[in-house]
């Protein structure tokens, strides 16, 4: 059965497409105020375009990508600014090689360089302001889930478990801390959003 998509998700996936958007969107039109074939179809933008593409795809794999709702503002900023450096870095040298052609450059050069350092610091404001505004935006559609916590019988890890989940007070909401060993637990779980097992082993962990 193929699962339904809710409107918020639909949302959130749109936004985090904005944001990429945006980035290729402000590294072409940047570069291409003295690079006149990024702003039409041509060969050399379409490799341009292609590589951007690729490359943004591979280094959110490696450094994260915009994860609004997972992550706080701080971290998605560092992993996607990360991300389009590099990005920027391979469009740009792809756009170089195709520019070295008898009808620009008879040999590689690396031009215009402020004009990628200035792609990449208007990206990084708008990395920031979009990760504010994102995080702003799906907290006030997702309220913090209803967490349970269950407790194994002779664990010592509780309060490191609380402690964590706290640093995320938009994600979780800690509701109630019990025993593995209380009843009507069923119930319990049936009532939260969320439950977190601290060392529930064996036949308690699989009832649960």
Not at 24 to 42: W, Y
Not at 62 to 70: Q, T
Request: proline fraction near 2%; charged fraction near 20%; glycine fraction near 4%.
């Amino acid at each position: 059965m193929r699962r339904k998509f809710s409107l918020r998700e639909l949302l959130v996936v749109a936004y985090k497409a904005l944001v990429y958007i945006l980035l290729f969107i402000i590294f072409v039109l940047v570069m291409g105020t003295r690079n006149e074939s990024l702003l039409r179809l041509s060969r050399t933008s379409g490799v341009t375009y292609f590589v951007f593409a690729l490359a943004m795809s591979m280094m959110s794999v490696i450094y994260g990508g915009f994860d609004i709702g997972v992550r706080k503002s701080k971290p998605i900023f560092y992993s996607v600014v990360s991300a389009t450096i590099f990005t920027n870095l391979m469009a740009y040298l792809a756009l170089m090689i195709m520019n070295t052609n008898p009808s620009n450059n008879a040999r590689f050069r690396l031009d215009d360089l402020e004009l990628l350092l200035l792609a990449t610091v208007i990206q990084a404001v708008v990395i920031r302001l979009m990760a504010h505004a994102g995080n702003a935006i799906y907290f006030k559609m997702y309220p913090p889930k209803r967490t349970l916590i269950i407790a194994g019988e002779d664990t010592t890890d509780t309060t490191r478990v609380k402690n964590y989940l706290s640093t995320y007070k938009k994600q979780y909401k800690i509701m109630l801390e019990v025993s593995e060993k209380k009843g009507d637990l069923e119930r319990m779980i049936d009532t939260h959003d969320l439950v977190v097992l601290v060392d529930v082993f064996g036949e308690a962990r699989k009832r649960l």
